[in-house]
């Protein structure tokens, strides 16, 4: 298990990443959502011991520096287009094998893994920003880390590429690895991650299950429509629910549909529509980071 | 450290610029000391003198060991300016370790390519007289003496390179600085220290290879004691600032 203790990271006058701790867990992929300039990359440096800062980060109770070869510890993707522009695609991870004591032999094994065998021998300076990716996470994989820490990984890969990422880092995980993963495609992350830890202005906002995350998010309830809309309110705020008008009909939370229903036949109120809402991530992430925005643009006047 | 060893050699035989700026060397000392001096130019006295050969590769080290030293400093230069330096700092438990491999590579490079270059140089200009068809004198060339003043010289200017693209974490500015300071720099500052400009980094570094050329008139144990100074000192600042910075 990764453990992130008490991270922070101060930049002149600016607190990017404040006390932050929570944990990765092995055998499940674990999102890592905020909004632009949350302090998301920041802190995966920080976990890495790249940048100076405050707090400890262990991997299965060692700091990275304690392990002879920490590239067969952790994998990073931090940047995709981090690699010479003329030295090709194989001599790149020849060098990164090299640094982390890892087999030459697995250079070509991580090439056809990803994708880019074929290209191996190109320099990828020219490289598209997905094909960078895909190189990006041969670089990762190459010392079979336990831990993997990718920072938008999913950025300009095509469907095709999503969708392949998404189920490569489900089966790596399902393999007993971590897998750490920043993206802001929040739709895919609802589908890859099990756990998510969420940060807005270097702050921890949320860490827990994706599920859990968006059952208590106030977009999720139940919608119910009635020909008698005040009288199925006072019995349904009778009853402590969380009622409020919306769309012709009524959102209850904090009550399930089979309560809404006994209630509302047990006060001979009939009832036209009864519906379970879950919200989505984009809205459980969207209103858990609402006050957490730094840049937001203007909305247009009408 | 062996394995951060290799990927260092690797990272320095693998990019096309480590080619280019030997290739760039060779055809600046073909050029001077084969055409120029052999081919071209050259009065029968100064073919005649016991000396000239000596003076090949000496010239070829102050003129090109610069030259040389710009692979040094792209080894460092490249990693900040395409961000490699975050996954070469994450694959290794101690940082030190990656600069002293960093000092080692870019140390032997420039040895073997000065150690190259006093050989290559004289023998531009012997084929250049031998074409022009004009016969060089008897030399006197002291092997050891002129490859120990040279490969102190080459080492130097590499390890100054070095160790300012280390401390600037830039390209652009630690290669328009390597090229100032000499140039201007010094130039200007000897104006203002006279007969102390044997103590300015540049100067006591050429004066390795030639110890009177700049009228300074000191010795070649002089000037490496100046270099070693500016070396050590130079690398301490690296370290330490490599050590504790953050990895951009």
């Known amino acids: ?302 | 450290m062996i394995p951060i060893l290799k990927a260092e050699f690797r990272k320095l035989l693998t990019v096309r610029s480590t080619y280019v700026i030997l290739a760039i060397a060779l055809l600046l000392v073909m050029l001077f000391a084969g055409f120029v001096e052999g081919v071209k130019g050259q009065t029968v006295n100064l073919l005649h003198n016991s000396g000239l050969l000596a003076s090949e590769s000496t010239n070829a080290i102050v003129f090109t060991g610069m030259v040389v030293a710009f692979a040094g400093l792209l080894l460092v230069g490249h990693e900040y300016r395409y961000n490699t330096i975050m996954y070469t700092l994450a694959s290794s438990n101690r940082r030190y370790k990656i600069l002293l491999a960093k000092f080692v590579a870019v140390s032997v490079f420039s040895i073997a390519a000065s150690l190259f270059l006093i050989f290559f140089s004289p023998l531009c200009t012997i084929l250049g007289a031998h074409l022009a068809g004009k016969q060089i004198g008897p030399q006197a060339f002291n092997v050891w003496s002129v490859v120990w003043h040279c490969i102190l010289c080459g080492w130097g200017y590499s390890l100054y390179a070095f160790i300012l693209v280390s401390i600037m974490r830039s390209q652009i500015g630690a290669i328009v600085t390597f090229l100032l300071i000499p140039m201007i720099g010094e130039n200007i500052l000897g104006l203002l220290l006279k007969g102390n400009v044997k103590y300015l980094p540049f100067n006591a570094l050429q004066s390795i290879a030639v110890p009177t050329s700049l009228g300074n008139h000191t010795t070649s144990m002089h000037a490496v004691g100046v270099v070693a100074v500016y070396v050590a000192v130079g690398m301490l600042v690296s370290a330490v600032l490599f050590a504790r910075r953050d990895a951009n």
């Open chain 1, 1 to 302: 298990m990764i453990v992130a203790q008490n991270l922070s990271k101060k930049y002149k006058k600016k607190l990017a990443v404040n006390d932050l701790s929570f944990t990765v867990e092995t055998g499940k992929v674990t999102g890592f959502l905020g909004p632009n300039g949350a302090g998301k990359s920041t802190t995966m440096r920080l976990m890495l011991g790249l940048d100076s800062g405050g707090g400890t980060t262990t991997f299965d109770d060692k700091k990275l520096h304690d392990y002879e070869q920490p590239a067969q510890v952790i994998g990073i993707l931090l940047e995709a287009k981090a690699f010479h522009p003329t030295r090709t695609a194989r001599q790149h991870l020849r060098v990164l094998a090299d640094e982390g004591g890892i087999p030459q032999s697995r250079v070509d094994e991580v090439l056809a893994e990803v994708g880019l065998t074929e290209v191996a021998k190109d320099k990828p300076g020219k490289f598209s920003l997905g094909m960078s990716q895909r190189l990006g996470i041969a670089a990762a994989i190459l010392g079979k880390p336990k831990y993997l820490m990718l920072d938008e990984p999913a950025n300009g890969l095509d469907p095709e590429g999503i969708a392949w990422l998404r189920e490569f880092l489900k089966d790596y995980a399902d393999k007993g690895n971590g897998v750490f993963v920043s993206s802001h495609l929040l739709s895919e992350m609802a589908q890859m991650a099990d756990n998510v830890v969420v940060i807005g202005k270097g702050q921890l906002i949320a860490a827990t299950s994706i599920s859990d995350l968006i059952a208590k998010n106030s977009h999720s309830g139940v919608f119910v429509r009635s020909p008698k809309l005040s009288q199925l309110e006072r019995v349904l705020t009778g009853a402590k629910a969380d009622v409020t008008k919306f769309d012709g009909g009524l959102k209850v939370v904090g009550m399930q549909t089979d309560a809404i229903g006994k209630l509302a036949f047990d006060a001979g109120v009939p009832i036209y529509e009864l519906a379970a809402q879950s919200a989505s991530l984009e809205e459980a992430f969207l209103e858990l980071t609402a006050d957490s925005e730094e840049y937001v643009g203007k909305k247009e006047a009408k």
